[in-house]
């Protein structure tokens, strides 16, 4: 969806609109995706799908409606599903208005076609002929995203950016139990490195291969990107939305200490390394947001209703408005240290090198506590030196309390996409990290 | 929803034209209404429409998809003609073409029985029904909000094959649920903790739901967690509320028996399974008392259907019987290499994914006892509701559960309320730890309306018979 046939559907919607205050999304997404397992495609797809979303404000009242079509009659259903709901709602104080005249925030980084089928294949072939002769066997996933994402609203807010993202992760597997997991996310396509990671997923499934088991306990634990990536989502999940910022871990904690000082967290769309559209779903510009500096906690995130809800300015971090689940960081950005990950591996005497976690849930969200189990590829650090594979081990473990164990801290740092978010995260080596009975 | 047919004969001839030994098409419209509630202020509904069309083919022994929001006869042929492409680059990747068991190509239509259409009722009783199921909650010093929801989804969807299939059907769901807070720890939920109950069906499925007879008990329940002490640790008896049996099913046995997963199709995500083929027939996966069957037949279940997303007829199919593996989950692809037909199990969310296999109404069979019976039979153990927390590993074996709240049974009895009632184990050990399942009177099936799987991500709708169950000797804490 180029920006003129954006704005004809924008301006279409306005001008058929009878609320006060009309807001109109209108939003493409071309996804194409291959699915690899026991190193054969199994799943290879391209879907181009179209979502138009109003909101309609009528009498201090708002309404949404969504319609994944955009010709004129459904444009008149949608306003008409809006106008209905706006007249229907019941829910908590007038709407505090749509954010109006707010600047263009321009976008001038281009967004190339997303990848072939061929192209996806090949990287995968890559993989699978790094590893067959060694009896390895992959699974994966590898997609490609353009969005081109439009709004409009009557109060003089007008915007449209085009984003592009690629995402490759693997998980190779041997019959001697052997695993690795691998994961790769950037806005381009071609700076993805099959190539590369062929090379680190084999190297780790041998070197996992007859994983022996670990008594539960306290661990010395060096995270790789993906592993930090994970707790800092749930983390976001927990308390840096407005929306559950009330009830939180963040709840009366600003300015108060609750990290290590190591730990910054900053929600910035327009870092360089970051993918992310450069305003939110109402419009807003996003702004760069500390949620945590240096350790100390610094401030959440918000959207227009949330911020008059709680005294607050928008920071643009609106989702849909069919969205239920309040502000988000969706481009999380940890600071990086001085290390590298081989420095945290060598400075450690016993502990475990950690790609990746597996379904992790909440424990005991109020102290940010959550379980799950190591991944694929999790080894023993025994000397400075990893020597072994370790079965899968469940984790109970506070995030905050991890984050204040934090020891070490890797200059690299990764991109990492998980459930629609990006976050640019290190590797972090922590000590006293709590592993539980039963995997 | 609109056209007749053309549509999606166009996507398959152009597959066939391209060289596509199997095609499909499905156009899928899904309509959701949601409504919700928090103190006595109902918020203004939120409703959708998603319309499209996915063309799924076989080319070069692969498979290849493409799906779109514009359902023309143009776009529909060009969208076949594209699979088609997607599959054949796929294809030099292939261990072995794809081969489908045999299906009856069938001509049918089913829709969901409803006796009172959610979509055409008034918004004053729904915003009435959904005041009064919430606010009596209201009523209980101490309880500090109080919040439900009120569901409802219609999918009409067509499917067309290129063996001649040409199947109609119309699937009504509802569900609802509320939930009492105080402060922000502790929070009790009717009837499940996981949005409320849902299943197939019109508002007469959530007005069935007896709200009145226990918001006021749930949000009395919440404001006693906060004095209550924590639940004791080690080894003892466990009994399962109902959704709470529900929701093991679903992680340790639904997700377990999806043979695609099995084959490890879901390594890269969604995880794989211990219970592989090698152990279909042999595998002593629950006691005795253990006898669970996929059925997506049974009336008001939230995965109640007439046909899969392959065009197979739905039927009931025994997964585990006496407590031992005897079949799995499956789609036409899977169940060719087992030998077998198809489970009728392959569903997709919406016309824009590819259908997988996904969990049906998974049915653990009813016992004996009534629940009084059960807690009368038990010298000392914990009474668990209320799922809060679950995580199991990605061989879906190592597992561990928390509840919203626990009771002591002591002696026969029901005892001390205990909060952050949490148990742990591992499928095997927990399914033949079994000795008792509650009668027909406590079953149900619960629907979970959020089932995750896949890439890109799919939401699914299940459902899992269960009643009150007892474990023995399972580790709490």
């Known amino acids: ?439 | 929803m609109a056209g007749d047919w053309e549509n999606e004969a166009a996507a398959i001839e152009a597959a066939k034209r391209a060289g596509a030994t199997y095609a499909d098409a499905r156009v899928v419209l899904t309509e959701t209404e949601s409504w919700s509630v928090s103190g006595r202020e109902v918020s203004s509904p939120s409703r959708s429409y998603d319309f499209g069309i996915g063309v799924r083919v076989i080319a070069g022994g692969a498979w290849g998809f493409a799906a779109s929001w514009e359902v023309t006869e143009e776009s529909a042929a060009a969208l076949g003609k594209r699979a088609v492409e997607i599959a054949r680059a796929g294809a030099i990747l292939r261990s072995r073409p794809v081969e489908l068991a045999p299906a009856e190509a069938l001509t049918a239509t089913y829709s969901t029985p409803v006796e009172i259409d959610p979509f055409a009722l008034d918004a004053d009783t729904k915003r009435e029904f959904l005041l009064g199921a919430a606010a009596p909650m209201l009523d209980v010093d101490g309880v500090t909000s109080a919040n439900g929801s009120l569901d409802f989804r219609r999918q009409t969807q067509r499917l067309v094959s290129s063996e001649g299939a040409m199947i109609r059907q119309v699937i009504v769901q509802s569900g609802a649920g509320i939930a009492a807070a105080v402060g922000g720890a502790v929070t009790r939920s009717y009837p499940t903790s996981q949005g409320g109950q849902f299943g197939t069906g019109g508002f007469e499925f959530v007005r069935a739901i007896d709200f009145a007879g226990n918001a006021r008990r749930i949000a009395e329940e919440a404001v006693a967690l906060g004095k209550a002490p924590e639940c004791p640790t080690g080894e003892m008896d466990l009994i399962l509320d109902g959704p709470e049996v529900s929701l093991l099913i679903h992680e340790s046995v639904g997700h377990a028996l999806e043979l695609d997963r099995v084959f490890g199709s879901e390594a890269n995500f969604s995880g794989t399974s211990f219970a592989t083929t090698d152990k279909l027939g042999k595998l002593q996966y629950g006691s005795k008392t253990v006898n669970i069957v996929s059925d997506p037949t049974a009336p008001g279940g939230l995965a109640t259907y007439g046909y899969d997303d392959e065009g197979v007829r739905a039927y009931r199919a025994d997964l585990i019987r006496d407590g031992v593996l005897v079949n799995y989950l499956s789609s036409r692809e899977t169940a060719q290499r087992i030998g077998k037909t198809s489970t009728a199990a392959m569903r997709a969310d919406g016309w824009g994914n590819v259908p997988l296999i996904r969990i049906t109404n998974v049915n653990l069979s009813p016992g004996e006892p009534t629940l009084d019976e059960l807690i009368a039979d038990t010298k000392q153990g914990i009474f668990m509701s209320g799922s809060t927390s679950w995580s199991i590993d990605d061989r879906r074996e190592g597992l561990r559960m928390g509840c919203e709240v626990g009771r002591r049974i002591e002696g026969g009895k029901l005892g001390e309320m205990v909060k952050s009632p949490g148990y742990s184990g591992n499928t095997l050990g927990i399914w033949n730890s079994c000795d008792a399942v509650c009668n027909k009177e406590h079953w149900r099936i619960w629907g979970t309306a959020n089932c995750g799987k896949g890439q890109p991500g799919q939401n699914a709708r299940t459902g899992q018979g269960a009643a009150p169950a007892r474990f023995r000797r399972v580790r709490i804490g």
Request: aromatic share 6%; charged share 20%.
């Open chain 1, 1 to 439: 969806m180029d920006k003129e046939k954006a704005n004809e559907i924008l301006d279409k919607a306005l001008t058929l609109s009878g609320a006060d205050q009309t807001e109109v999304v209108a939003e493409e997404e071309a996804l194409a995706l291959t699915r690899l397992a026991e190193n054969t495609i199994h799943q290879n797809m391209a879907r181009t799908d179209l979502q138009l979303i109003v909101r309609a404000v009528k009498g201090g009242r708002a309404g949404v409606a969504s319609r994944n079509q955009a010709a004129d009659d459904a444009i008149r259903q949608t306003l008409a599903a809006a106008m209905q709901a706006a007249e229907q709602d019941r829910g908590e104080g007038e709407f505090p208005g749509l954010p109006a005249n707010q600047p263009i925030v321009a976008d001038a980084r281009p967004a190339p076609a997303i990848s072939s089928p061929a192209d996806r294949a090949a990287a995968f072939k890559r993989l699978v002929d790094a590893g067959a002769a060694k009896g390895i066997k992959l699974a994966g996933e590898y997609r490609t995203a353009l969005t081109s994402t439009a709004l409009a609203n009557s109060v003089a807010t007008r915007q449209y950016a085009q984003e592009t993202y690629a995402v490759l992760s693997v998980t190779a597997a041997t019959d001697k139990g052997g695993s690795a997991y691998a994961h790769a996310a950037a806005r381009y396509a071609k700076d993805i490195d099959a190539a590369a990671m062929a090379e680190r997923v084999v190297d780790r499934a041998l070197a996992t291969e007859d994983p022996i088991d670990l008594p539960p306990g306290e661990y010395t634990v060096v995270l790789e990107p993906p592993a930090v990536g994970q707790l800092l989502l749930f983390l976001g999940f927990m308390g840096f939305g407005a929306r559950t910022f009330a009830r939180s871990f963040m709840t009366g904690k600003i300015g108060e200490r609750i990290t290590s000082e190591k730990i910054t967290i900053i929600d910035d769309a327009r870092d360089p390394g970051m993918v992310g559209l450069p305003f939110d779903y109402e419009g807003v510009p996003r702004q760069r947001v500390p949620l945590i500096e240096e350790g100390i906690a610094k401030g959440i995130v918000c959207d227009t209703g949330w911020g008059k809800r709680l005294g607050r300015q928008s920071t643009g971090h609106a989702l849909p408005a069919t969205n239920g689940f309040g502000p988000y960081p969706k481009s999380m950005v940890m600071s990086g240290g001085e290390s590298t990950l081989e420095e945290m591996i060598a400075s450690s005497e016993r502990g475990l090198l950690i790609s990746h976690f597996w379904y992790i849930n909440y424990a005991n969200p109020m102290r940010t506590q959550i379980t799950g189990t190591t991944y694929e590829g999790t080894m023993l650090i025994e000397g400075g030196k990893r020597t072994k594979g370790i079965s899968s081990m469940r984790i109970l473990q506070s995030i905050l309390d991890a984050f204040s164990n934090v020891e070490m801290i890797s200059k690299e740092r990764q991109l990492y996409h998980q459930f629609n978010s990006f976050m640019l995260v290190p590797a972090l080596k922590v000590s006293k990290f709590t592993f539980v009975p039963g995997s």
